[in-house]
C-alpha cells in the first residue's frame, strides 16, 4: 500500500493567545471542525461535532472540564472525550495536541 503523502505530522492549529480562555474555540483546518478545550488540566482538542446530533460543541456550556451540546444536552468529558450523561453514548474523537512556542499543535 502507498502510504506516500499520508504520513501524520504535527502542524500548527492556532496561538494560544488567540484561544478563548477557559473555553472552547472552533478552529477550521482543512475540512476539519476542531474544538480546542481550555481545561483547568491544559489544552485538549477532538472534532468539534457532538457524537449524537451532529451540533457544533463550541456552541454549547463548557465549565473547564465538561462540555455540553447545545442541541440535546448529551455531556462529554473534554480532556478524554468520554460521554458523561445522556443522550451520549459515542466517545468524541480526540486529537492528539501539544503546545510549543505558544502555539497549539495537532498531529494529523
Not at 493567545?17 to 489544552?43: H, M, Q, S, Y
Not at 446530533?53 to 463550541?58: E, Y
Request: glycine share 8%; with cysteine.
Amino acid at each position: 500500500m502507498n502510504t506516500q503523502g499520508h504520513q501524520k505530522t504535527w502542524q500548527d492549529l492556532i496561538a494560544l493567545a488567540d484561544l478563548e480562555k477557559g473555553d472552547a474555540t472552533p478552529v477550521t483546518l482543512g475540512r476539519r471542525d476542531l474544538a480546542v478545550f481550555d481545561t483547568v488540566d491544559g489544552i485538549f482538542v477532538s472534532l468539534a461535532r457532538c457524537t449524537h446530533g451532529a451540533a457544533n460543541l463550541c456552541d454549547g456550556y463548557f465549565d473547564g472540564k465538561y462540555i455540553e451540546c447545545p442541541l440535546h444536552q448529551g455531556l462529554f468529558d473534554a480532556r478524554t472525550g468520554q460521554p458523561r450523561a445522556a443522550p451520549a453514548r459515542v466517545p468524541l474523537r480526540m486529537i492528539k495536541a501539544r503546545v510549543v512556542d505558544s502555539r497549539v499543535q495537532v498531529f494529523l
